[in-house]
């Protein structure tokens, strides 16, 4: 039971943290939610409307899976096993907020070739330049640990695979968008 209220208090933690992030954005005046929308290849913007959709959906079913355990969907799986999704899942907020905190109003769901940005690599983009999909990444593991069902484990592979093309486009974006400063930021030290 302790787990299963760890996990729902760390999931309105981290959707309460997107959706106000994107509400603050929103205020400014600035488009945070870029998924599938915008000037981009129709391959991209086809890649974000699937990840907007297993996202949507992943986080439908993360929810419903921290209160109906004992389905016939759902997978039993040892209480050390659910503690450490617990700390994946804790990890994965943490990544997510250190990157929207230190995008500032750079930060967006998807991208647009039109958008006004600057390159970010400051704070923890000064270790990694997808925290916030290392952070959801971590977040979708977490949960099909500490509340393993097949569903969970489904969305988690498949939104895995959505983050990786999502940031490879993004990666091209800011290689095009900012050349040399941003190949000056990827290569490693």
């Not at 299963?4 to 954005?25: E, N, P």
């Not at 503690?83 to 990890?91: K, N, P, R």
């Not at 069902?149 to 983050?163: D, E, L, Y």
Request: hydrophobic fraction near 55%; charged fraction near 15%.
């Amino acid at each position: 039971m302790a787990v299963r209220v760890t996990l729902f208090f760390l999931l309105c933690f981290f959707y309460v943290a997107y959706f106000a992030k994107m509400l603050l954005l929103k205020k400014q005046g600035i488009a945070g939610d870029l998924l599938g929308k915008g000037d981009k290849p129709a391959k991209a913007a086809r890649a974000e409307m699937i990840l907007r959709v297993i996202t949507y959906l992943g986080a439908a079913i993360q929810y419903v899976s921290v209160f109906f355990t004992g389905l016939s969907w759902s997978i039993a799986t040892p209480f050390p096993l659910r503690v450490t999704g617990l700390v994946l899942a804790a990890a994965g907020v943490v990544f997510f907020l250190f990157s929207v905190t230190a995008m500032q109003n750079n930060w967006r769901a998807g991208f647009d070739e039109k958008q006004e940005t600057t390159l970010v690599t400051t704070g923890i983009y000064k270790l990694s330049r997808n925290p916030t999909f290392l952070g959801f990444d971590l977040l979708y593991i977490g949960c099909s640990l500490a509340v393993a069902n097949i569903f969970m484990i489904v969305f988690a592979v498949a939104a895995a695979v959505a983050f990786h093309i999502q940031v490879l486009g993004e990666e091209a974006f800011l290689a095009q968008k900012f050349g040399q400063g941003y190949a000056r930021c990827t290569v490693p030290k």
